[in-house]
């Protein structure tokens, strides 16, 4: 039996993981949740797994949920201390990180420095902390499984290849909901428009930053982490219908690719199972009733995303904090309907460009530039 922490367990993935655990309940277990201020729905988590440690975001939630459950004795705690506990909880065999933005960065450290295979959706860690979490990982000699399914399809595509050398890794994307649009076009478009996704249903994080092609720019760094390719040797390929979830090519020339419906579980499911393979419902690829699948190059002009990090990638440091702190204070203002979509590029180019230079951050230095960050943008932007 396994057991699972799960951080972020009233999300997109944190749900579909706990679904996961619904449909096999022989072979996992949870041992601890945490989430950020969805009571209602953790306190039916609890009622329904049995955790024996539950954290939320801030010590009134925790009040409040101790009140609601108190017939079930589980204890509660709340903020960094209470993640980091739920993370790294000594029950725990796997931490599954599906908590959304750079918040990550110390739970999971905390679930690595107590020996804890980490099942990471989280890439905001990653991106900012890629440095710090491999050398960590590598000490306690833990296991990062990547959950983000491009990264899912990449490690798939490497089973039974080590030793071999990648020539180059193809990252897909599904290009968003504004594909094909110029940026004259993208001028007024609103946030319901921004958040129609095309094939996949996320958090809404996530969802605006794959309008922005801002996630597959931090997939980009987080590829680079997971597999120790540089930047330039990731190249991002458009596949609109996502169904190639990404691809490997060897030194042969050989392309190996993982192809699938677009479905979350999959790759969850395969980071909990790995390297075994488990029945999983759910639909099939039909190729006799698909339209042909096509493949074309992203427009970097316009989604500025994959721009910015491939200059993050490079320069190192806290450029990718900086990139990705502004990131994620643009994209809160935008889904509260303060700054327009093209205003998100705005002001990432603005935190990058006043970024100081730095060679391997260390946490506190790098949650230092995230507050820098959101001052320097309040400074220009919200005056
Ligand atoms: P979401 O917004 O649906 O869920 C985020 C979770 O984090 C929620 O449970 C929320 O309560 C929790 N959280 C937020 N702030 C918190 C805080 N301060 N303390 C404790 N918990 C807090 O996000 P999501 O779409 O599930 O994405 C989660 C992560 O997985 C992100 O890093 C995203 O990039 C990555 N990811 C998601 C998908 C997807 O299909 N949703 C796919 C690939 C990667
Ligand atoms: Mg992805």
Redesign the pocket.
């Known amino acids: 039996m396994k057991r699972i922490a799960l951080?972020?367990?009233?999300?997109?993935?944190?749900t579909q993981t706990l679904e996961i655990v619904r449909n096999n309940p022989e072979e996992y277990k949870v041992v601890a949740l945490?989430?950020?201020?969805?009571l209602e729905l953790i306190e039916k988590q609890m009622r329904e797994f049995h955790p024996s440690f539950v954290s939320v975001?801030d010590e009134e939630g925790a009040e409040n949920l101790r009140a609601a459950t108190r017939d079930l004795g589980i204890p509660v705690a709340s903020g960094m201390t209470g993640?980091c506990e739920a993370a790294a909880h000594p029950d725990a065999d796997v931490t599954v990180t599906?908590?959304?933005?750079m918040?990550g960065v110390q739970p999971t450290l905390a679930a690595i420095e107590a020996g804890k295979t980490i099942a990471l959706?989280?890439?905001?860690t990653l991106v900012t902390a890629g440095h710090l979490v491999k050398k960590a990982a590598k000490e306690k000699r833990v296991m990062i499984l990547p959950?983000?399914?491009e990264h899912s399809a990449i490690f798939q595509s490497l089973q039974g290849n080590t030793g071999n050398k990648i020539s180059r890794i193809l990252l897909t994307a599904s290009g968003g909901p504004f594909r094909g649009r110029t940026r004259e076009e993208l001028e007024h478009v609103t946030l319901a428009d921004a958040l129609k996704h095309p094939n996949?249903s996320?958090?809404?994080?996530?969802t605006i930053d794959s309008a922005t092609m801002v996630n597959k720019g931090l997939e980009v760094i987080e590829a680079s982490w997971l597999f120790d390719v540089e930047p330039s040797r990731i190249e991002v390929l458009v596949q609109p219908q996502s169904i190639i979830h990404s691809a490997v090519e060897y030194e042969d020339g050989a392309v190996i690719a993982q192809l699938g419906t677009p479905d979350?579980k999959l790759p969850i499911q395969y980071a909990l199972t790995w390297p075994k393979r488990e029945y999983l419902p759910g639909d099939r690829l039909d190729f006799t009733k698909m339209s042909a699948i096509y493949l074309e190059q992203p427009d970097m002009k316009t989604f500025r995303g994959l721009e910015f990090a491939y200059r993050a990638a490079e320069a190192g440091g806290v450029l990718p904090t900086a990139m990705n702190a502004a990131n994620e204070y643009a994209v809160a203002h935008f889904l509260k309907e303060k700054i327009r979509f093209l205003e998100i590029y705005d002001w990432i180019e603005y935190a990058m460009d006043t970024a100081p230079k730095m060679a391997e951050p260390s946490v506190e230095e790098i949650l230092a530039e995230e507050a820098d960050t959101i001052r320097r943008l309040g400074e220009k932007f919200l005056k």
Do not use: F, H, Y
Request: proline share 0%; net charge positive.
């Open positions: 951080i972020g367990s009233t999300g997109s993935i944190g945490a989430c950020g201020r969805n975001g993640l599906a908590i959304v933005g918040i959706a989280n890439k905001e959950v983000d399914s996949w996320m958090g809404q994080k996530i979350m």
